[in-house]
């Protein structure tokens, strides 16, 4: 007698095997009028378009990119605008301590 367990573990190994082929046949199943795209999508175009071009590098920009001086400039004033936003959140959580002592 086969067990239900191994009934249950047979039909799902079967499914598994079905479903690889099915799917790929995806693109075809896709353009079926009952099964594929919703009503309300857009309709696909009657030409393929083509691929981006990947290999074509932008142009160069106008302007050059920032000098070592800049860069030091605003790495710095960031530095200092993270400094001056951690004292502010230390103060704050050292007000908010002192006010409810038991929240420890």
């Known amino acids: 007698m086969i067990s239900t367990a191994r009934v ?8 598994l095997l079905l479903a690889l082929p099915v799917g790929g046949c995806s693109t075809s199943i896709a353009d079926l009028p009952l099964i594929g795209t919703p009503a309300d999508a857009p309709a696909r ?17 106008p302007e050059a990119a920032m000098d070592a001086a800049e860069r030091n400039k605003v790495s710095s004033e960031l530095i200092a605008a993270r400094d001056r936003q951690a004292a502010i959140a230390a103060a704050e959580a050292a007000a908010a301590a002192a006010k409810n002592p038991a929240a420890k």
Request: aromatic share 4%; no cysteine.
């Open 45 to 61: 175009p009657k030409e393929v378009g083509a691929y981006p071009a990947v290999h074509d590098l932008p142009q160069d920009r």
């Open 8 to 15: 249950k573990v047979a039909l799902v190994a079967g499914a």
